[in-house]
């Protein structure tokens, strides 16, 4: 007997998070429209930001700190609001008409 | 430096029909975009609901670019292994004038400010404003990231978002409380027009909204999927302090919704075409601003007025119709020559009047029941588990009755009787 789901479409084509990144479309300006305090960081148990940010631009470092990236983010502003009590992130939006360009949104 | 009669910072749906309000009644009106086109900064679940737009732009679906009108409207409760729908549909919704519709919010917004552009609105798009001008306690313009960037006018209105850093910067919010914000995130999924008619079963331009509870794992939250001509929107709302908490990556909270039973069947196989994000003001009357003070008004998200209750779930409509009160505001003050906070006054009392303030104000209750721990995490299983029983065929047991079967799913819940009729009063006070 044939396989029913042979011919079935594949269920998760599994995506890469970077791959997942490559959908959404960013005009990248060359200042950084976040700035991080790693200072800060080092001393912060939480380290929220790592969780939330959608576009995964916090990496938590082996010494206790943060390294981050401005070029792929949605401009959400999560990571400030959830970092508030800890102070560390300094988040503006990027120059007019760079940054985040959603086009299926 | 440049001078008009009012700057609208924004040109989303608030910003647009602020403007557009303001110059059709022959003020010079300035709509600043800091995106590169409206709509393109802007993420939403899906749907808008566009009958605010009657009075400015009669027979606005003949042109307003929609993906589907949605006549099928379902509310699924989910387990690991259930789900419960309560599944309406309607053709009424399919024709003129109308109820929601899918659309995409570059689509979307972009027609919208050119309405705005088309009514004399000046848009300057890639334009961020960065700071208010002060003279006193008076707001009486911004600054912008142009060359040459001030803008001098005796009225700013603040469109510019959930983040809406000039009405922080203006001191009319109090201090900014993470939990009161969700963060959606969604996929935008190409399956291909007949695939989507099928699956969904819906033909020409109708479509679906279906709107989930239970699928969001430790994450407070809820879950959708709403149908566009050729792709779907499938994405989760989560609340952003348990997010942190739960130590959950939000795309692994979208990929367990998408492998349920219920909704792998509807999606599976869909390409990613865009992944997006954004946050949503979740907390309602209890976390808005002050929404007008000397030289400035305050709309739409900026002034929190997204709706989050559960079985609605609206946004966009709040910010066109803020917009269009305040325009109306606006043009009164400036026929009066008064741009202080008194003088403003028209738009609190329109909000206060319509929909905007009532519906808030009524459902007041219902985003803090609707993230609730026991409508997140117990009474899912206590719905789903009391249905799967009622039409369960245990032969040769007799059938139990229905009280006797929630009696026992409750309590397996560990659903006390007070709290769900604390809850259950929440609820219909909303609904009433």
């Known amino acids: ?105 | 430096m440049n001078t008009v009669d009012a700057v609208v910072v924004g040109a989303g749906p608030g910003g647009s029909c602020a403007a557009a309000v303001i110059a059709r009644a022959g003020y010079r009106v300035a709509l600043l975009e800091r995106g590169p086109s409206p709509g393109s900064k802007n993420m939403y679940g899906g749907v808008v609901y566009p009958r605010m737009l009657d009075a400015l732009y009669p027979r606005w679906w003949e042109e307003a670019p929609v993906q589907r009108w949605v006549t099928r409207r379902s509310t699924m409760v989910l387990t690991d292994t259930q789900a419960v729908t309560l599944d309406m549909r309607t053709s009424n919704w399919g024709r003129p004038p109308y109820n929601g519709a899918t659309a995409y919010r570059p689509d979307f917004d972009a027609w919208l400010a050119g309405k705005a552009e088309a009514d004399g609105a000046e848009l300057l798009c890639a334009t961020t404003a960065t700071g208010l001008l002060r003279h006193g306690s008076r707001i009486v313009g911004v600054t912008t990231d142009r060359p040459d960037g001030e803008l001098l006018a005796p009225v700013v209105v603040a469109c510019d978002g959930v983040n809406s850093f000039l009405a922080k910067e203006a001191g009319l919010h109090s201090p900014v409380d993470a939990s009161n914000y969700t963060l959606g995130v969604k996929e935008t999924l190409r399956l291909g027009r007949d695939v989507i008619d099928e699956r969904f079963g819906v033909r020409d331009r109708e479509g679906v909204d279906i709107e989930i509870l239970g699928v969001t794992g430790g994450v407070n939250g809820g879950g959708f999927l709403y149908t566009n001509l050729d792709t779907v929107s499938v994405g989760v709302v989560l609340k952003l302090t348990h997010l942190a908490a739960q130590q959950q990556r939000p795309e692994e909270l979208i990929a367990h919704l998408k492998s349920h039973p219920a909704i792998a069947p509807l999606v599976e196989g869909g390409e990613l075409e865009e992944y997006s994000a954004h946050l949503i003001p979740e907390a309602g009357v209890s976390m808005m601003p002050q929404l007008a003070t000397d030289g400035m008004l305050v709309v739409g998200d900026a002034a929190a007025m997204c709706l989050a209750a559960g079985i609605w779930l609206e946004g966009v409509n709040f910010a066109m119709a803020s917009g269009m009160y305040a325009g109306e505001a606006i043009v009164e003050a400036l026929t009066a020559g008064d741009m202080s906070a008194v003088g403003l006054a028209g738009y609190e009392r329109r909000l206060e009047r319509s929909f905007v303030l009532q519906d808030h104000r009524k459902l007041r209750n219902v985003p803090g029941l609707v993230l609730s721990d026991r409508v997140q995490h117990q009474y899912p299983q206590m719905i789903a588990n009391t249905v799967e029983r009622m039409f369960r065929v245990d032969n040769p047991l007799p059938k139990p009755g229905l009280r006797r079967i929630f009696t026992e799913e409750r309590r397996r819940a560990g659903v006390k009787v007070r709290d769900l009729a604390r809850d259950a009063w929440t609820g219909l006070r909303g609904l009433g």
């Not at chain 1, 502003?77 to 360009?101: D, K, R, S």
């Open chain 1, 1 to 105: 007997m044939p396989d029913p789901d042979a011919s079935r479409p594949e269920r998760w084509p599994d995506i890469s998070f970077e791959d997942r990144m490559a959908t959404t479309v960013f005009d990248v300006h060359e200042r950084a429209h976040i700035d991080v305090d790693s200072s800060v960081c080092d001393g912060c148990s939480t380290q929220r930001c790592v969780v939330v940010c959608p576009a995964n631009l916090f990496v938590p470092t082996a010494e206790g700190g943060i390294v981050f990236n401005y070029e792929q983010c949605f401009e959400c502003g999560a990571c400030y609001l959830v970092c508030n009590e800890e102070g560390a992130i300094t988040w503006t939006y990027p120059e007019g008409g760079h940054g985040v360009v959603f086009r299926r949104s």
